[in-house]
Nanobody, 124 residues
């Protein structure tokens, strides 16, 4: 079992920045691809960003491309999402995800492990 614990959510004004992080623990957790999803009230959980187990490849949803950056530290087994130029429509609960490969961690139905989420609120 891989456990994922998010941190770093909060309230920020539009145009501001915020960084959310995810600490992973459990056997082989450093070999999993990691990702972030978000879910706003009344909406489905949607893919935001993903990074391969090596950190060499990353993918982003079009809505966040150029504003968000995903990274990972395999020594600490953490992944982070740096969010810049935030917009009110970025407000959501952000969930950390882990899967056996990058393609799987980009698909909500194929994620192996989920964190409990951290709330990000962007005020206008």
């Amino acid at each position: 079992q891989v456990q994922l614990v998010e941190s770093g959510g909060g309230l920020v004004q539009a145009g501001g920045s915020l960084r959310v992080s995810c600490a992973a623990s459990g056997p082989t957790s450093s070999t999993y691809a990691m990702g972030w999803f978000r879910q706003a009230p009344g909406k489905e959980r949607e893919f935001v960003a993903a990074i391969s187990w090596s950190g060499g490849t990353s993918y982003y949803a079009d809505s966040v491309k150029g504003r968000f950056t995903i990274s990972r530290d395999n020594a600490k087994i953490t992944t982070s999402l740096q969010m810049n130029n935030l917009k009110p429509e970025d407000s959501a609960v952000y969930y950390c995800a882990a899967a056996r490969n990058t393609r799987a961690v980009m698909s909500r139905g194929d994620v192996d492990y989920w964190g409990k989420g951290t709330l990000v609120t962007v005020s206008s």
